[in-house]
């Protein structure tokens, strides 16, 4: 048997891609265009295995879709590609509504075209699970109970909008041609492999590099943290036990302001790695313009999820931050390829030598 990832290199889609390889004997065909937030490097330990097939491309290319889905015949799909970063979205939008919406439109389309031509078991089979995020629903007040799945959709950047626009594609290609998908919106990841512009490896490494620890405002927007492999381990989950058509909050009942969590990695970097002068990593920290639209708290009711799939995350904030230190302390050669030219000369010829 075979699933098809999209998005396999980045940061959720390699951990998702890894994790599944070291519990499952499938095989998953790895769709992804490699911007860049894809890592190739994230995956190397794969060469060789013949159960990962790398695909550089685009899911908004319907044809090549088309074609490696009906060479693969894959008994899943899940969608990880995305254009991911809020701030780039502001700068930029039209790549995100290139990828996020008409990428996942063409890439329905091409499995709508695979699905329909199924003999009716493997048809019934068949599940296409999308990957969602929170920040769909908008913003929450201080005391406002956290996100359900009822909760409207009230999307404040590109990047929402543009992800929320994709939720109700995967939703209209169930309601009007029947096509078996799922979704899930999960609250905000960290972990190993997370590339560097994202809050909390930006702080590590910045903290690492003696540079400034960036607070967007007053440090006080509330974000709900889930440990990426406990992402995997829900997906993992709907995949296999969720009811076609249904959308499953994922979260980790973590809220945490983000001031909070930059102390807390200084806190462990403080004794993991003192500094050489005995000062304090949250010497570094500096308060900067807030970014516009910025949502002041997100925060997940993952009891769906528990109640109907039995679904709970294995990490604590405190457990699952501690363990993503370790790595970036620990995996220093992966940093200096992201953040260096080497990184993409090394993604060029590797992708020569496939
Ligand atoms: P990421 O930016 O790290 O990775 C995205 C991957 O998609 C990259 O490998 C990129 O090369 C690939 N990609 C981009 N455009 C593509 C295209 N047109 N065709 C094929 N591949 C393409 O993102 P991530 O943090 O791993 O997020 C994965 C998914 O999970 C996204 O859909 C995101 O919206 C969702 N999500 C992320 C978070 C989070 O905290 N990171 C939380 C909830 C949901």
């Known amino acids: 048997m075979t699933i098809l990832v999209s998005g396999g290199a980045g940061f959720i889609g390699a951990n998702f891609v890894l994790s599944w390889l070291e519990r499952h004997d499938e095989t998953i065909i790895n769709l992804d265009k490699l911007t860049y937030a894809g890592n190739l490097d994230t995956l190397k330990d794969l060469r060789g295995n013949n159960r ?11 044809e090549q879709v088309s074609e490696l ?16 970063h809020v701030d780039r979205s502001i700068h930029g939008p039209g790549d995100f509504i290139q990828t996020n919406v008409v990428g996942t439109f063409n890439l329905l389309e091409a499995v709508r075209g695979y699905w329909d031509g199924l003999p009716e078991d493997e048809k019934s089979a068949f599940r296409f699970l999308h990957v969602s995020t929170d920040e769909v629903y908008g913003t929450l007040s201080k005391d406002d109970a956290p996100f359900n799945e009822l909760n409207r959709y009230e ?28 979704t899930t919106n999960c609250s905000n990841n960290y972990g190993p492999y997370h590339f560097p512009e994202k809050l909390i490896p930006l702080v590590i490494l910045n903290a690492l590099l003696g540079k400034n620890l960036p607070i967007y405002g007053d440090g006080q927007q509330i974000r709900d943290w889930l440990y990426v492999r406990d992402h995997c381990s829900a997906i993992r989950r709907v995949l ?28 462990i970097l403080d004794e993991l790695k003192p500094k050489a002068d005995g000062g304090r990593y949250s010497d570094q920290i500096v308060f900067v313009k807030d970014r516009p639209g910025h949502d002041r708290r997100y925060a997940i009711d993952a009891g769906k999820l528990e109640r ?30 992201v953040t260096s030219g080497d990184y993409r000369d090394w993604v060029g010829k590797q992708y020569e030598a496939q």
Request: with cysteine; aromatic share 12%.
């Open 308 to 337: 109907e799939l039995g679904w709970k995350p294995q990490e604590t904030f405190e457990t699952g931050i501690r363990k993503t230190i370790e790595w970036y302390l620990a995996n220093q050669d992966w940093v200096r390829n």
């Open 240 to 267: 296999q036990e969720g009811k076609i058509g249904e959308t499953y909050n994922v979260g980790g009942w973590n809220e945490k302001p983000n001031l909070d969590v930059v102390h807390a990695i200084c806190a």
């Open 69 to 84: 889905i009906a060479r693969h015949r894959p008994r899943a799909v899940i969608n990880f590609a995305a254009e991911s």
């Open 155 to 182: 999307p404040n950047s590109p990047y929402s909008a543009s992800k929320a626009a994709s939720d109700h594609l995967v939703r209209a290609w169930y309601h009007t041609y029947g096509l078996p998908v799922l």
């Open 52 to 62: 990962h097939v790398f695909v550089h491309g685009d899911i908004g290319d319907r």
